[in-house]
């Protein structure tokens, strides 16, 4: 029986071809591995923080970054609470979620979203599926801002007495986030710190601004008041110069406005009160005539004989003494003198 021995240098040079094998063998297949995952690492997506204004469309401008020329996109996903839900889906053309989202150009990352409000802001998660690998941790912020109305204004009371106390109220809505007034009078002096202000929030989230500025005592030459709106960056949005009305004179003075005094509303209900209470006053003054009158003795003396009479010359007649005769049913007196006869 022939027995073929390898010598120890075969048995060596052998073992070492099997080596360099094996070598070789697992460095392509962690090239093949690697591969892949160098790929995806090769591509990302960066967005700009993105600010729009309520109900306009606004746009979120994102691109990619990695060393590959062709590159499609294939799926979309937009998260913004959790990854279990997201607001915004896109395969192909079909479009799930929040259709105010929008890729407005293919195989661009970029987005549009249309009416952005006030609930939209916040901070969002973007994946993508492309062709050269699943970009999972793209993130973007969207900011909204409103310019607030032109301010309004007005007072308490409408006509302010000079010397005593008001309140200025200046009123602006409809803006966000939420921001200032200010208050100078016509010096440009700032009562700012003077006010208070009351932000409050609506339904759509936008805010209503209301400030409020108190005098105890309210000089005049400091009028007109300018009320200035400001965002919440400090940056002027509106502003309204104030006239309050007020009249001058001492607070506790009281002063008739004798045109109101002369008007028919007014004068017409005064004469009729005072004539009613003039005709009282000489009514009660001829009553008490008339009880004196019958109290009176006769001047003229009684005479026995006619012969002896001697005429008198008439009187005149007694305007009281007829005012206070009166007849059953309202018959009127009559006065007559008679002349003697020659």
């Not at 005539?289 to 001047?299: D, E, G, L, V």
Request: hydrophobic share 35%; net charge negative; glycine share 6%.
């Amino acid at each position: 029986m022939f027995t073929n021995t390898l010598s120890p240098l075969t048995l060596k040079s052998l073992l070492l071809n099997m080596a360099s094998h094996s070598l070789l063998f697992l460095a392509v297949v962690f090239s093949f591995i690697c591969s892949g995952a160098l790929e995806e690492k090769l591509i990302r997506v960066e967005c700009q923080p993105a600010v729009g204004v309520v109900g306009q469309t606004m746009k979120i401008h994102c691109s990619f970054i990695s060393s590959f020329k062709e590159i499609n996109i294939d799926l979309v996903y937009i998260f913004k609470s959790g990854p279990e839900n997201p607001v915004f889906s896109l395969k192909n053309i079909i479009k799930t979620g929040d259709l105010r989202f929008n890729l407005p150009s293919e195989n661009n990352p970029s987005l549009e979203l249309a009416s952005a409000a006030v609930a939209d802001e916040g901070n969002y998660r973007y994946m993508i599926v492309t062709n050269r690998g699943v970009i999972e941790d793209g993130s973007f912020r969207i900011g909204v801002t409103s310019k607030y109305s032109q301010p309004t204004t007005n007072s308490m009371p409408d006509v302010i007495q000079d010397g005593g106390n008001a309140d200025l109220y200046c009123n602006a809505s409809g803006g966000y986030p939420a921001g200032y007034i200010q208050w100078f009078d016509s010096t440009n002096t700032d009562w700012t710190k003077s006010a208070t202000l009351e932000i409050t929030e609506g339904e759509d989230k936008l805010v209503q601004l209301s400030s409020k500025l108190t005098f105890s005592k309210i000089d005049s030459s400091w009028a007109p008041f300018r009320c200035v709106v400001l965002n919440n960056k400090f940056v002027k949005e509106g502003e309204i110069e104030f006239q309050p009305k007020i009249k001058e004179g001492k607070p506790n003075e009281i002063k008739f406005d004798f045109e109101k005094l002369t008007s028919t509303n007014v004068v017409a209900p005064v004469v009729v009160i005072g004539s009613l209470l003039v005709g009282l006053l000489l009514l009660i003054v001829l009553r008490g005539q008339c009880n004196r009158q019958s109290r009176r003795p006769s001047t003229i003396p009684f005479l026995s004989h006619s012969s002896d009479l001697t005429y008198a010359a008439p009187e005149e007649p007694d305007v009281e003494k007829a005012l206070c005769s009166v007849k059953p049913k309202g018959e009127a007196t009559q006065l007559k003198t008679q002349r003697p006869e020659d």
